[in-house]
């Protein structure tokens, strides 16, 4: 939960703090905060109360795949912990995809990457060949009604 420092008195030795949701957006104009930043940390505020999904389980998860496969990439064997995560083979949309050592793999940030970007690449080659058939396609059509 984010708090927010919104007020203080030195000579009291006091201040005063929002939590999260608790700021509504008038309170900035009757701080000492200047105007460029009380519409920054507006913006900011109003991106800390967004709701995201988190998974619970990820971190053990994490953790018991690292120690099943000794703290190493399954890929490329690189031993540098904070560099590792555990993927898992089967998305937990699917009953199959239980966070268990089973259905996970750890692989370093770097093949993660490179998978990613290998996976960009194949649906970009996809729609490349799909714009250069139609391409084809258009032009016989074209040339055949000339």
């Known amino acids: 939960m984010a708090?927010?420092?919104?007020?203080d008195d030195p000579g009291n030795l006091t201040f005063k703090v929002a939590v999260d949701d608790a700021l509504p957006t008038f309170e900035y104009a009757e701080t000492s905060i200047s105007h460029p930043i009380a519409e920054?940390?507006?913006?900011r505020h109003a991106y800390l109360t967004a709701t995201v999904k988190v998974r619970l389980?990820?971190?053990?998860?994490?953790?018991k795949v690292l120690d099943a496969y000794k703290s190493q990439c399954s890929f490329c064997r690189l031993k540098h912990r904070e560099l590792l995560d555990a993927a898992s083979h089967r998305s937990?949309?699917?009953?199959?995809g239980k966070p268990v050592i089973e259905n996970g793999?750890?692989?370093?940030?770097y093949i993660i990457l490179l998978m990613t970007v290998?996976?960009?690449?194949?649906?970009?080659i996809t729609l490349f060949m799909f714009a250069k058939i139609f391409w084809k396609r258009?032009?016989?059509l074209f040339c055949n009604m000339a």
């Open 3 to 7: 708090c927010y420092i919104i007020g």
């Open 138 to 140: 258009k032009m016989v």
């Open 57 to 63: 389980y990820q971190r053990a998860f994490r953790e």
């Open 105 to 109: 793999i750890s692989l370093c940030k």
């Open 92 to 96: 937990d949309n699917f009953p199959e």
């Open 40 to 43: 920054v940390s507006d913006a």
């Open 118 to 124: 290998l996976s960009w690449a194949s649906h970009l």
